[in-house]
């Protein structure tokens, strides 16, 4: 079974430009996670969706952090205008269950490792 | 607020010696909880989680966990450590409220087993 896929996996932008992140999830995995994680910390969840809806996104920045799902598989994550404290690894993450239940693991991708000069 | 503290930025191990890697939580209720390894430049592979039932869970690479609900803890546990064990270890709590299913992280310990 394919895992999470991500591309980029590596982007080097300067602050004020914008970039945008991709995310596959595993076949069939309804809920979707979008992660930051800075170095040194670990992964804080920025948006959650369950199909093509946005269940939480109550701690991604919206003034300039933006994300969708549109056909309810793969998804797009935004940043626009970057700012240095934007560097972080930006990870997907995927789970199973149409009802989002509580005991789905989350299974990660390899990550978009993002820096901001 | 709800957290998860991972006392120790690192731990040392002798190859073949037991090892633990210790995980505190501060979430009300009764959360389940889960630990994460992460090795350089991928993302976190699941390793266990605790939903219910017997505290001591069983998990991927020869890796156990003890649940202790009185003292809020998760220790990771394994009884003879491998020099390919060292990487980044993660512990994270799902609260089980707001109806989302979210993951709340600790800030990671790193495990280096030496030879």
Do not use: M
């Amino acid at each position: 079974e394919a895992g999470v896929a991500q591309s980029p996996r590596y982007k080097i932008i300067e602050k004020r430009q914008s970039v945008a992140f991709w995310c596959n999830p595993i076949s069939g995995h309804a809920t979707l996670y979008w992660y930051q994680q800075i170095l040194g910390q670990g992964p804080k969840l920025l948006i959650q969706f369950q199909n093509n809806g946005v269940v939480d996104d109550s701690q991604l920045p919206k003034d300039r952090f933006s994300a969708e799902r549109l056909k309810g598989v793969d998804s797009t994550l935004k940043i626009q205008p970057a700012k240095l404290e934007d560097s972080a690894v930006y990870l997907c993450a995927s789970s199973g269950s149409w009802t989002g239940l509580y005991t789905d693991t989350q299974y990660f991708g390899p990550g978009t490792r993002l820096t901001v000069l | 607020a709800q957290s998860v503290a991972q006392p120790e930025d690192q731990v040392n191990v002798a190859e073949g010696n037991p090892l633990t890697v210790k995980c505190t939580y501060s979430v009300s209720g009764n959360p389940y909880l889960f630990w994460y390894v992460q090795y350089p430049n991928r993302g976190l592979q699941f390793l266990l989680k605790y939903i219910t039932g017997d505290n001591l869970v069983k998990g991927s690479y020869g890796f156990e966990a003890e649940f202790n609900k009185s003292q809020t803890s998760f220790h990771l546990k394994k009884p003879s450590a491998l020099v390919s064990d060292s990487a980044l270890y993660f512990c994270a709590v799902n609260p089980r409220s707001g109806g989302y299913n979210k993951l709340i992280f600790g800030a990671g310990t790193r495990l280096a087993v030496h030879p």
